[in-house]
């Protein structure tokens, strides 16, 4: 059922916007950001590896973030009396606003010129905009243990962001995320997911959709629905099994434990799906999170993965689907980008896909038998 939130916008002490999105019954959020910060400001840019024909970013100016403070000073906390926090209520539902340090940035950078005589390097602004989104005031809580209610409230708001950011001149691909983890990069604590706007396409998505040409000019049909049957006649590799959905192991994953959930019907991107087909993704995704933390009974590190059309192009070939990946391949191993990985991208998987699948299925029906 379609969730009926509040937008409540506001702009933070430094001028960056930030959006409450509340479900019924809470308070105005009428809370003013008395925090004395400097007006915002970045220092990023695009730089074109030609021997890749893909973008690198640089943004020195993330160095300086906030790297995994202790709950006492956590920034996605809500403000108390006695301290100020990103957000100024004294408590949230969902909350959206636009990062500190970001890696696109809705305002100019203020980078000095290149070096007289460095034209090495092809330089732009790395214009776009990178936005954090918090989904529980509770600082230890995680996405997985969240209501059900507050899970399709999330989804609702990556739909909202995915539309908003997606009219923006500068962006070209919207990218929704989750994770959580040190072990994967994550550096705060406090349970959020993020969603950058990119100002190009990215690599990954435009190498999907040179297959996916390629597939549809051979045949005519969808590669995406295509992996899809061909997973679903297997049915090895299937892990959980909706009337709208199917969440499965890839038979190619690159990562010890990897999900991809699917839709069964072609759509394009978040907005393109239905209010029944969001109820039962919020609670297919929630069961392979739980699925996730049951596998060796402690909390995985993971990435999530939205995957959607682009904003101006291969929209017709575009298949929405969440990857899901854990990089921890025992209780005790991580899986590391090592030589073969990093230099060449070329991975090597230390578990076998059908393993990890009845692993996995099993985990997800032992959380789904615990709930009742
Ligand atoms: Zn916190």
Redesign the pocket.
Known sequence: MRRALTKTRIRLADGRELIYFDEPGAPRRDEVDRRKLPEFSTAIELRHDPLLDAEVVVASHRQERTYLPS?EE?P??PSKAERSTEIPASDYDVVVFENRFPSFASVSSELPPPPEGDTAVVRSEARGRCEVVCFTPQ?DLSFAELPLERVRSVMEVWVDRSVELAALDDVEQVFCFENRGEEIGVTLH?PHGQIYGYPFVTPRTRRMFESARRHRDETGRSLFADVLAGERKAGTRIVAEGELWTAFVPGFARWPFEVHIYPKRQAPDLEALSDVELDELSSIYRDVLRGFDRLFDLRMPYVTAVHQAPVRSGRELAYLHLQIFSSRRSPEKLKYLAASESAMNVFINDVQPEQAAEMLREAVARGRREDL
């Open positions: 709950e956590c996605l906390c600082h406090h």
